[in-house]
């Protein structure tokens, strides 16, 4: 039998690189909480504002395991 997410579940997920000297290596999740929307949303405001203290590569607010938002925000802009 194969799991399936709960499409109203929220969750907010980190991500640090394997190698910071390296992003193609990737980087691991961590689920930080697992939420109602509110609840999902106020962890979320938290850790998107520790997040470059402690060395976020991103952090992302999701429900049913869809990005609803992320930070770093895509900007569009290329250097």
Same mark, same amino acid.
């Given at each position: 039998? *194969?799991?399936?997410?709960?499409?109203?579940?929220?969750?907010?997920?980190?991500? *640090?690189?394997?190698?910071?000297?390296?992003?193609?290596?990737?980087?691991?999740? *961590?689920?930080?909480?697992?939420?109602?929307?509110?609840?999902?949303?106020?962890?979320?405001?938290?850790?998107?504002?520790?997040?470059?203290?402690?060395?976020?590569?991103?952090?992302?607010?999701?429900?049913?395991?869809?990005?609803?938002?992320?930070?770093?925000?895509?900007?569009?802009?290329?250097?």
């Amino acid at each position: 039998m *194969t799991e399936t997410k709960d499409p109203a579940e929220w969750e907010v997920v980190t991500a *640090t690189l394997y190698d910071r000297g390296d992003a193609a290596q990737g980087a691991e999740e *961590t689920v930080v909480a697992r939420a109602p929307e509110h609840e999902a949303r106020r962890v979320y405001a938290d850790t998107v504002g520790e997040a470059a203290d402690r060395g976020y590569e991103y952090v992302s607010l999701r429900r049913g395991g869809v990005d609803v938002e992320s930070w770093p925000q895509a900007t569009g802009w290329t250097v």
